[in-house]
């Protein structure tokens, strides 16, 4: 009874879907939670849970893997930097830009918006962040503003000496950069997000929809479009982009920024390759850099001399797919074999282990689709979309899916998307 209870506690204050974070994760997450606060008795940690919003922070991190680092995508940020060159800023000269991280996890993201702004060559007094996440624990994490390699890969490891300096806990963030963002505790979820705060320019909200059941979105919905102004830019994830389409926002002209306008025309927002990669100015006093040299110069430090070399690197890299390659065979075949209960347990337990694993969560949707459980099939396509967009397996599936459910224009969408990927994929490079 505790376990039905815990999840119901779950859903009621974060809109959670407990069928996509699965039985065995989240039974997994009230152990550790028991085991931390010296409970023995599950009735007892419900008890906590209802008492104490601070484990119930803690349990629901514990569950939303929050995998992050910063410029990730890299695209939404080449984006905003054009937008805000040859649309907004010609159009409020005199305004301050208002931009809302949400959830903002540890910090990555609205630290990342606040270097672009000052490689831009922006003024502090020119705009405002806000950044928020309902975990308290991320939101100390992100006014720390300490990080250790892995928040920086891609375009965000490049010339990360430059904002950072190195201290034995890690990397720290310069304070003038820190100074730039104002956090916040708060649940997107609950009516009363950020109640009182003027409406945003810009907001990113990416990654959090996926998560939540339909009531739960529906609140997220209301809040976004409370919390932006008309017109307004909201940025989401690659798996989300259809939902906030039929909400009545529209996708942008910019290739894989993820990007939409609250109830605007997505033609507005083009903006010209040659015009995003010119370099521009704000004032006779500040230059705009071009939109690809944010954090563009690498450098090595001493502390890195001595990590392996690239082809190393690879190598491991290559090793460690094969083994998650490897893990997953036994899981297929009990899937093929008609164990689909066990199959599902066990791969839950691999994403666990593997949260990136794209193939994971598609072989997870294909486990939730022959029981018939649509709804999570759906989310582990979507899932496995986010970490590879390319994965022509997930859209075939989704596309049967939406058939099954007789939603034969979106049906139609995503079996396009897959004839598309293998066009591309079989062209020579």
Not at 6 to 27: D, Q, R, T, V, W
Not at 315 to 332: F, H, K, M, T, V
Not at 405 to 429: H, L, S, W
Request: aromatic share 8%.
């Amino acid at each position: 009874m505790s376990d039905a209870a815990i999840e119901h506690l779950i859903l009621e204050y974060a809109g959670l879907n407990s069928e996509l974070l699965g039985s065995g994760n989240i039974a997994r997450a009230v152990a550790d939670g028991m085991e931390r606060t010296g409970l023995r008795d599950q009735g007892e940690y419900l008890q906590l849970l209802k008492s104490s919003a601070a484990e119930m922070e803690t349990l629901i991190n514990n569950l939303v893997v929050a995998e992050t680092w910063f410029f990730r995508d890299h695209e939404p940020f080449v984006f905003l930097n054009s937008y805000i060159q040859s649309v907004w800023l010609p159009s409020h000269p005199k305004q301050q830009l208002r931009i809302l991280s949400a959830p903002c996890s540890t910090g990555e993201e609205p630290y990342s918006i606040a270097i672009m702004l000052l490689e831009m060559g922006l003024m502090p007094e020119q705009f405002h962040i806000d950044a928020a996440d309902i975990s308290r624990h991320a939101v100390e994490t992100a006014r720390r503003a300490v990080y250790h390699d892995r928040a920086f890969r891609g375009h965000g490891a490049d010339g990360r000496d430059r904002y950072f300096r190195r201290t034995a806990e890690g990397r720290v963030l310069e304070e003038r950069v820190q100074r730039l963002i104002h956090f916040h505790v708060a649940n997107l979820v609950q009516p009363a997000f950020l109640a009182g705060q003027a409406p945003y320019h810009v907001v990113f909200c990416r990654n959090m929809v996926i998560y939540l059941v339909e009531a739960a979105r529906a609140h997220v919905l209301h809040n976004l479009n409370r919390l932006l102004v008309p017109r307004g830019i909201l940025v989401v994830g690659h798996a989300e982009l259809t939902y906030f389409q039929q909400a009545g926002y529209a996708p942008v002209a910019h290739a894989r920024s993820f990007a939409c306008i609250q109830g605007g025309q997505a033609a507005c927002s083009k903006a010209p390759q040659q015009e995003r990669m010119k370099t521009r100015h704000i004032s006779a006093r500040h230059s705009v850099a071009p939109p690809t040299s944010v954090l563009s110069r690498p450098v090595r430090s001493e502390a890195e001399a001595d990590t392996p070399d690239e082809p190393d690197r690879e190598r491991s890299r290559s090793d460690a797919s094969e083994r998650a390659e490897n893990a997953l065979i036994p899981i297929r075949r009990l899937a093929d074999q008609g164990s689909l209960d066990q199959a599902r347990l066990l791969c839950e337990q691999f994403l666990h282990e593997y949260p990136s694993s794209a193939e994971a969560y598609c072989l997870l949707g294909l486990i939730h689709q022959a029981s018939d459980r649509l709804d999570a099939a759906e989310t582990g396509y979507l899932k496995a979309l986010y970490l590879n967009p390319r994965c022509v397996e997930a859209l075939v599936h989704l596309g049967l899916c939406y058939a099954r459910r007789g939603d034969a224009v979106k049906a139609m969408r995503f079996k396009e998307r897959a004839q598309r990927m293998e066009i591309t994929e079989k062209q020579p490079a």
